[in-house]
């Protein structure tokens, strides 16, 4: 177990980085706690398995350092570092059994029959892969082998961190759930530090108690799953999280209060100082959007059936905002006015939340 | 080979090509067979003589020699070739300038005229004044491969290492370089030293690759001609004459269309019984 | 040991060419000079050899009916194998299975048990000393191979793009020709290459099928080296000259050699 610290961490694939372009990953400092299951969410190409690779050791950054405790592990490669990884597709020894498999990483260190023997056992009966143990790796189906890659992770008793890279691409649906809630109990259970790079948000949200956003080598927000839905810090978060995503009005600052096509509108946090020229907007998600008796005046377009609620499609001119009705509750017509939640109504300057930054 | 339609009329567009290697080999072929129970006296007149020619081929010693020879050399060949196109294979970077370089130079004498080989390789060895037949004499060696059988096989060997090598380099590579890089990965995480990568990882991963290599070269040598007789004649006297010269030499040069047409039976049901054993023993194991 | 790793294809390299070197060395001398010194390199350098092949019909014409065989089988077989290949990959029919194993046996077939019947056989329909006579024989070893490769290839494309192009009204031909052979550029490349590289190094069979006017280049220099003795810088000349076609060629192709020797079912 260990805590992870990246200090002042940034990361360029070319030789010359010179403008900001160039970082695949930039500047930022991040710590996983001791013990925590982490998820690191974002879409293609944002960085997260470049982060990730850096901190299995697999990658060196170009500037900055990594910590494991109060150990400066940057020049380590990935054996030294104790940590384990379970990769997008199974890597799995095709030609050994499961046994042989689990127990290759203790054979490797020198570790005795016995003892090699007890663990092996011990985690294929974590694993439920106790029956399988003589069969041929090659044999089994995905999901098994990704239970096998993660078995070897586990055997290691002085294992750092696991860290998961989109583990579930090639597992069928049905047995995704399954494989989730498996991970999810071995956490419970081993209390390892993990770290889970996604890019689909319900494995992130069920999966994390602290969730990493990022785009474009940029960590966007960190914080629980409550967090990043009640509170993005940054537009993107507010609509890659969530479906459908938040709704994104441009606004006015005037007279004290941000303005949405002249309504007024009040927001979580009373905007103290509104920067110059900066492009504003609202954000509210459609969960915290309602129909009232007054407010803003919009037209309903469409709506879409999704099961226990409702997605109501309405337009105010051009711009249409989105909001969730219960699948019982009666809706208006053609015409209706909408009130936004103020405690979960946000006012974003250049993409960013006013009122916090992140470090 | 899955998700395909029935289709009977797709027979036309494999017609074609029926045709064309029917005509190739199932009308030669036919030809053999009949030279080969047959007797003639040269004035298109044919006596038929069952299965003379057979037996005597099968139990002339000439035939078990040649036989013999071929055995011999292919199964020096397949154990230089293989081990050798794989080193070389593993021992070349993955990818970059580098690699292309390599494979492109190495690529070359695939692509030489069998007769130019072997050619190049006789005055390559001419013991006065090739490079190499003059290096070993000046060496203190006594070699001359147009006297001496074992020198001659020497050059032989090394001919034929020096062709067909690179086969087995490109095909080992191109397993190699389908391999992906998480399986390396995983393999440092787990601790694992260079020869338990190649034992659990590469190798496996390589036997498709390395049985089309084996059977390739396997079937190739056993039947090769061009570049051994332009290299050695068959000699000295018959100490180089594999099947494929020695057929010759019976079919064209002396025109005993009988026994060639026999042997030359013979000799192709040699080569589809190895291959099929080849084959069949390894995809034993191959989950189907 | 990381250092020397490289050291293994290295020499493996001065290995392979070694050889091509000596015999570049000899074709830049006079015969004279070969059989009367030894030396690495010319002592009186000299073109008199290339020029001789250069301008003597009888050696350019070699070269000539050399590749004019290749060039034709290359077309012929990939030409033929595309359909086949095809079928092979999209449809099941009476026997396919069978009559595929039966095209790659032919792989399988010692040239030299073909040598008199073919002679017999291409005479008797009055082929005898013609390209096309050893093209169409080349036929029967290169065309499984283009299918095998073709077929493997295309199996990698998803039926998909067949079916779309059916449903929006493509007649069969046009589907073939527009749509799907771009598709697998690369795998005709591949068949390609290889068709041209077993055309253009299998001696026994062209040989034997010509005399004179459709003669190889290989069966000059085996003339010459029989008839007017041991022309040795000649045939050095001549040899080298050989070379060029292969180098050309793998050059063109020096970026897919990788993938291509991968024949996409590797």
Known sequence: MARISLKNLRHSYGPDPAAESDWALKRFELTFEDGSANALLGPSGCGKTTLLNIISGLLRPSEGSVWFDDRDVTSLGPDARDIAQVFQFPVVYDTMSVYDNLAFPLRNRGVPADAVDRRVREIAGMLDLEDTLDRRASGLTADGKQKISLGRGLVRSDVNVIMFDEPLTVIDPQLKWRLRSKLKELHRRLGITMIYVTHDQTEALTFADRVIVMNEGVVVQAGTPVDLFERPQHTFVGHFIGSPGMNLLPATFDGGVARFAGHAVQTAIAPGMVPAGAQLQIGVRPEFVSFAGTGIPVDIEKVADAGRFRVVETRHGQFSIRLLVGEDMPLPSERACLRFDPTFTHLYADGWRLGERPG | ?288 | MRRIRWLVPALYIVFVLLPIYWLLNMSFKTTNEILGSFTLWPGHFTLENYRTILTDPTWYTGYLNSLAYVLMNTVISVTLALPAAYAFSRYRFMGDKHLFFWLLSNRMAPPAVFALPFFQLYSAIGLFDTHIAVALAHCLFNIPLAVWILEGFMSGVPKELDETAFVDGYPFWRFFIRIFIPTIAAGIGVAAFFCFMFSWVELLLAKTLTAVVAKPIAAVMTRTASTSGYELGLLAAAGALTIIPGAFVIYFVRNYIAKGFALGRV
């Open chain 2, 1 to 288: 080979m899955s998700g395909r339609t029935p289709n009977q009329k797709a027979w036309f567009l494999v017609l074609p090509v029926v045709v064309l290697v029917a005509f190739n080999a199932v009308i030669p072929l036919m030809t053999v067979v009949n030279y080969s129970v047959q007797e003639t006296f040269g004035d298109n007149q044919f006596f038929f003589e069952g299965v003379t020619w057979f037996e005597q081929i099968l139990h002339s010693s000439r035939f078990h020699d040649a036989l013999q020879r071929q055995l011999l050399f292919t199964a020096i060949v397949l154990a230089i070739e293989i081990p050798l196109g794989v080193a070389i294979a593993l021992a070349m970077p993955r990818r970059g300038p580098w690699a292309s370089t390599c494979l492109v130079l190495m690529a070359m004498p695939l692509l030489i005229p069998w007769n130019v080989v072997g050619a190049m390789w006789n005055i390559f060895a001419l013991p006065d004044i090739g490079l190499l037949g003059y290096s070993l004499n000046a060496l203190g060696f006594d070699y001359n491969f147009t006297r001496q059988p074992l020198s001659a096989w020497s050059t032989l060997i090394a001919m034929d290492v020096w062709h067909w090598t690179s086969l087995v380099v490109l095909l080992a590579y191109a397993g190699l370089s389908a391999i992906p890089n998480a399986f390396y990965e995983a393999a440092k995480i787990d601790g694992a030293s260079a020869w338990a990568v190649f034992c659990y990882i590469q190798l496996p991963k390589m036997k498709r690759v390395l049985m089309i290599a084996v059977l390739l070269r396997f079937m190739d040598s056993f039947m090769i001609y061009t570049e051994a007789i332009v290299l050695t004649g068959g000699g000295p006297g018959n100490a180089t004459s594999l099947l494929s010269i020695d057929l010759v030499k019976i079919a064209l040069g002396q025109f005993d269309l009988g026994p060639a047409a026999a042997m030359s039976l013979i000799y192709f049901l040699i080569i589809l019984l190895l291959s099929w054993i080849f084959y069949a023993v390894m995809t034993r194991d191959e989950p189907q």
